[in-house]
């Protein structure tokens, strides 16, 4: 039975990653390398199933990879995955040949002018364009701006790009230049990397990596500047090369992290990347285990604290007010682990600096004495609630149900559940933090027989009765 039809017929709850994996020996790769282990659980008191996926794709049309826990592979089967995974690393050794051809033998000339097939996604010369004569080519003279010349992936379940405004892009530069840093780790910012690149060839102090999971990028970028990379597992495609590059770039001194996920991502993943980042970074130079990387970290403000909104030039929810976005700006903030203080906001949009804060906010988060804070997230003035004791978004009015604020109509019910554990029914935890969720053995893999045909027809008669009745209902009443 397939993952689909077991949560047709069963009605599983939820799915959520199971990072205390350090007992597997054998993690399955995928594509995109080393699988995520997910565990499945049920309303109906099953016990919970775990399963291997991809960690970039939530899309199974993208990568359909998938095994369940203890599942025996046959040889056959084992078989095409090795090509699979052979044919996948394909496209990025022939982006890197295309640099070394075009730029490899200029030796600091000017680069002359060349085309792009946005069929083909490849960088080709003038000579090459008969290849290329029915497929969609542009020129470009100046290549030093791939975000310029690629086109962004749109499939928000696979690797949806969205790109830094100009403005964004110069924050963020001066922000690393005030406080100090020379080298920038830039995990998924290519438009920031770009810029720094830019500048480096022009005599600017500032250096930088790119880790992407786009390796279009192998065509514009020395495999010094870059590494195909995947975030979601700290995976390095292609040969060792790219890992010992990352090595020794992380070795440097005044190294600091901006790294901008899909926000669709699982963010305790993307915090486990980061302390893998922290770890090498400890160990290559030789510091102390609680010493921590400074680093910048893009992610929508419901997810954490408020710092700074970051608005994108192709991006329909996460641009600021003038571009037509949100209501109320970007919701994409900044997390970091520097000094809020030091992270100067421009006070030509509006922010000022709070002395109590000790740090930059906007001019609708006024500072609460009683919550001893600007407690405000989205750009709206909060307003502190006395039975709450603390200082929640306006047109919310306290539940005494629910004991909390929460919108006007809301489901009671919902509220007073939401602290019941799904896993053994008690209250007070979830069930990420149930105590008996490792305390049972996972469930086995058995073959279960498939849904019989006829009661598949029986049932899709039903609905298609209800759904008649319901149109008629609906005809009568108007």
């Known amino acids: ?3 689909v039809q077991e949560a047709e017929t069963r009605g599983w709850h939820g799915v959520e990653v199971f990072l205390k994996n350090d007992s597997l020996v054998d993690v399955p790769k995928c594509p995109h390398g080393p699988m995520l282990l997910f565990e499945r ?13 991809c960690s970039a794709a939530r899309d199974k049309k993208e990568c359909g990879f998938f095994q369940w826990e203890g599942e025996e592979i046959s040889e056959a089967r084992k078989d095409a995955h090795r090509q699979i995974l052979l044919t996948f690393g394909k496209p990025y050794s022939q982006a890197c040949d295309t640099y070394k051809k075009l730029f490899g033998s200029l030796d600091g000339k000017p680069r002359e002018h060349c085309l792009f097939c946005h069929s083909c996604n490849i960088l ?12 969609e080519c542009e020129y470009f003279e100046d290549l030093s701006r791939p975000t310029r010349i690629l086109r962004p992936r ?5 690797q949806a790009q969205y790109f830094f405004s100009r403005n964004a892009t110069e924050f963020f ?9 020379k080298n920038v780790l830039c995990v998924g910012t290519p438009r920031l990397h770009e810029e720094i690149q830019h500048q480096k060839s022009q005599g600017g102090s500032l250096d930088s990596l790119l880790l992407d999971i786009d390796h279009r990028y192998g065509q514009f970028f020395s495999s010094s500047a870059f590494c195909w990379y ?19 770039f992380v070795a440097r001194e005044k190294l600091f992290i901006v790294m901008d996920p899909p926000f669709g991502g699982l963010a305790e993943v993307l915090a486990g990347t980061v302390k893998t980042i922290w770890n090498i970074w400890r160990k290559v130079n030789s510091f102390e285990i609680d010493k921590e990387l400074p680093i910048m970290w893009l992610f929508p403000y419901f997810m954490e604290s408020l710092i700074k909104a970051v608005d994108y030039d192709n991006h329909p929810h996460f641009k600021s007010k003038k571009q037509k976005g949100s209501k109320r700006g970007s919701p994409v903030r900044i997390f970091t682990n ?10 030509w949009e509006g922010y000022r600096f709070c002395e109590k804060c000790e740090r930059y906010v906007s001019p609708e988060n006024v500072h609460c004495v009683k919550c001893n804070g600007c407690m405000s997230k989205d750009g709206r003035q909060y307003v502190h609630c006395e039975l709450c004791r603390k200082c929640v978004k306006p047109g919310l009015k306290h539940c005494e149900t629910c004991g909390r604020c929460d919108a006007e109509g809301h489901s009671c019910e919902r509220s007073v559940d939401a602290g019941t554990c799904y896993m053994c029914g008690e209250l007070g935890h979830k069930r990420r933090n149930c105590p008996t969720r490792f305390s049972e053995p996972p469930r086995k893999r058995t073959k279960e ?12 008669k039903k609905k298609h009765t209800k759904e008649l009745s319901r149109k008629a209902k609906k005809k009568k009443i108007k």
Not at 124 to 135: A, G, L
């Open 41 to 53: 659980f049920y309303h109906d008191g099953h016990p919970r199933r775990r399963f291997f996926a």
């Open 449 to 460: 027989k498939k849904p019989n045909k006829s009661s598949k027809t029986v049932a899709s």
């Open 338 to 347: 520097i000094k809020p203080g030091d992270v100067k906001l421009p006070a």
């Open 154 to 158: 749109e499939n928000e379940k696979t």
């Open 1 to 3: 039975m397939s993952p």
């Open 124 to 135: 080709f010369t003038p000579e090459q364009e008969e290849k290329h004569q029915s497929h």
């Open 173 to 181: 530069l001066h922000l690393v230049k005030d406080c100090g840093f």
């Open 230 to 248: 995947n975030m979601f597992n700290h995976f390095f495609f292609g040969v060792g090369a790219n890992e010992k590059t990352f090595e020794s």
